[in-house]
């Protein structure tokens, strides 16, 4: 089952993301993570086959893996939700996770490893990356030299704006901004290497953190397709921006159409979404070893 929205009758909706629907249980809340797909902050009108189901089970493959950092995950498997959620099976198997309530932080915690992207861009105009002096001379996609943190605010809708770390200070307090500096680039750096082991390099990625009973847990999603850059190791070569496991093929796809990046988004060609829906397959499968739960 495709799906673009979620609604369970009778489970209060708290929040609806880019991608996720989010449900109140009480003491828990419920995350969906829906088959939406968004490019140039438009959310399309059609479903990517699979990929929220790629996004929940490859998060909770890392929440598990990384030990070393709390984080918000209760339950994924559907035979241990409760008898509320009994009904939705067919909505909820494979692609939610039950977890615990945490108040967000305001700031998105971003790490890059590779210069690419918005940090390419900066980096030719400034020789910084969000204001980290680099050496001069370096090719896009080349490996930085050491990783880099560079918080950006929170945005629904529109884009999120870098901010130093001084503003970061300012936003979550020292105390807790070191924190999720530190582990931002612990997780980053060892997911980059469990994925270099499949053939994966994480060029870049995002994290977010909340707070419960005043201690710092990892939430949301954690290094997927969505919230990182995956490149296939085996095409990547420094001076060019490599094919990523991502939707980026999307983006490639509606930089031909005459689109002026504003709602409504148009739709997508058949083959267009059976080879993006592929490459979130095959990202999780590489990664984990692993198929799909429940799709």
Same mark, same amino acid.
């Given at each position: 089952?495709?799906i673009?929205?979620?609604?369970?009758?009778?489970?209060?909706?708290?929040?609806?993301?880019? &991608?996720?629907?989010?449900?109140?249980?009480?003491?828990?809340?419920?995350?969906?993570?829906?088959?939406?797909?968004?490019?140039?902050?438009? *959310?399309?009108?059609?479903?990517?086959?699979?990929?929220?189901? &790629?996004? !929940?089970?490859?998060?909770a493959?890392?929440?598990?893996?990384?030990?070393?950092?709390? !984080?918000?995950?209760?339950?994924?498997d559907?035979?241990?939700?409760?008898?509320?959620?009994?009904?939705?099976e067919?909505?909820?198997?494979?692609?939610?996770?039950?977890?615990?309530?945490?108040?967000?932080?305001?700031? #998105?915690?971003?790490?890059?490893?590779?210069?690419?992207?918005?940090?390419?861009?900066d980096?030719?105009?400034?020789?910084?990356?969000?204001?980290?002096?680099?050496?001069?001379?370096?090719?896009?996609?080349?490996?930085?030299?050491?990783?880099?943190?560079?918080?950006?605010?929170?945005?629904?809708?529109?884009?999120?704006? !870098? *901010?130093?770390?001084?503003?970061?200070?300012?936003? &979550?307090?020292?105390?807790? $901004?070191t924190?999720?500096?530190?582990?931002?680039?612990?997780?980053? #750096?060892?997911?980059?290497?469990?994925?270099?082991?499949?053939? *994966?390099i994480?060029?870049?990625?995002?994290?977010?953190f909340?707070?419960?009973?005043?201690?710092?847990i990892?939430?949301?999603?954690?290094?997927?397709?969505?919230?990182?850059?995956?490149?296939?190791?085996?095409?990547?070569?420094?001076?060019? !921006?490599?094919?990523?496991?991502?939707?980026?093929?999307?983006?490639?796809?509606?930089?031909?159409l005459?689109?002026?990046?504003?709602?409504?988004?148009?739709?997508?060609? $058949?083959?267009?979404?059976?080879?993006?829906?592929?490459?979130?397959r095959?990202a999780?499968?590489?990664?984990?070893?692993?198929?799909?739960?429940?799709v």
């Amino acid at each position: 089952m495709d799906i673009l929205t979620c609604d369970l009758l009778g489970i209060p909706k708290v929040r609806t993301g880019k &991608v996720r629907e989010i449900f109140d249980l009480g003491d828990s809340l419920l995350f969906v993570t829906t088959d939406r797909i968004s490019a140039f902050d438009c *959310i399309l009108p059609v479903p990517i086959p699979a990929k929220g189901a &790629v996004l !929940n089970q490859l998060s909770a493959f890392w929440f598990e893996k990384f030990d070393f950092v709390q !984080n918000h995950l209760l339950a994924i498997d559907f035979a241990d939700y409760p008898e509320s959620l009994k009904p939705f099976e067919a909505q909820l198997s494979g692609r939610s996770m039950i977890v615990k309530k945490a108040q967000p932080l305001a700031v #998105e915690c971003v790490v890059r490893g590779y210069l690419v992207g918005s940090g390419w861009k900066d980096y030719q105009k400034t020789g910084k990356v969000c204001g980290h002096t680099l050496p001069a001379g370096m090719q896009q996609a080349e490996r930085l030299p050491q990783t880099l943190f560079t918080p950006s605010t929170k945005a629904d809708v529109g884009h999120d704006m !870098n *901010i130093d770390w001084e503003e970061c200070c300012k936003i &979550v307090g020292e105390k807790v $901004a070191t924190q999720i500096r530190d582990l931002s680039i612990r997780i980053y #750096e060892a997911g980059r290497a469990f994925a270099a082991e499949r053939g *994966i390099i994480v060029a870049d990625t995002k994290f977010e953190f909340g707070l419960l009973d005043g201690e710092v847990i990892l939430i949301d999603e954690c290094l997927t397709p969505d919230s990182s850059r995956f490149w296939p190791a085996d095409e990547y070569a420094v001076g060019s !921006n490599p094919p990523s496991f991502d939707k980026q093929f999307v983006r490639d796809y509606l930089e031909t159409l005459d689109w002026d990046k504003t709602p409504p988004a148009p739709s997508l060609p $058949a083959d267009v979404i059976a080879k993006t829906s592929k490459k979130y397959r095959d990202a999780y499968k590489l990664i984990t070893g692993s198929d799909l739960k429940g799709v």
